[in-house]
Nanobody, 123 residues
Framework: QVQLVESGGGLVQPGSSLKLSCIPW????????VAWFRQAPGKDREGLFC???????TQGSAVPGRCDVSRDTHRNAAYLQMRALEPEDTAVYYC?????????????????WGQGTQVTVSS
């Protein structure tokens, strides 16, 4: 059974930082592209980043420079680091993987999805 287990979300005040984790079960992340998405209430799912097998990171066109992605091959985990969070960042954040090439298109074919983790930014 392959699963992507996400964690790290929560309720935080504006200006806070969060680091989201994507931990796979029965999957080696070095062999797949890892993407991050978010979906705000009433909005389409938005592609944020894709971290390719070649270790090159691509990002969506509207992603602010407050976020970074990484992949720890030793721990077999992927991370999304967010800083200076704003209320507009409130969304459910998802990771997804596929053996194919990198993409930030949520409508593309993805082999596995994480369950999502809620990030709420409010004073």
């Amino acid at each position: 059974q392959v699963q992507l287990v996400e964690s790290g979300g929560g309720l935080v005040q504006p200006g806070s930082s969060l680091k989201l984790s994507c931990i796979p079960w029965n999957l080696n992340l070095i062999s797949v592209s890892v993407a991050w998405f978010r979906q705000a209430p009433g909005k389409d799912r938005e592609g944020l980043f894709c971290h390719g097998v070649d270790d090159i990171v691509t990002q969506g066109s509207a992603v602010p420079g407050r976020c970074d992605v990484s992949r720890d091959t030793h721990r077999n985990a992927a991370y999304l680091q967010m800083r200076a969070l704003e209320p507009e960042d409130t969304a459910v954040y998802y990771c997804a993987v596929r053996q194919g090439s990198c993409s930030t298109d949520a409508k593309a074919t993805w082999d596995f999805w994480g369950q999502g983790t809620q990030v709420t930014v409010s004073s």
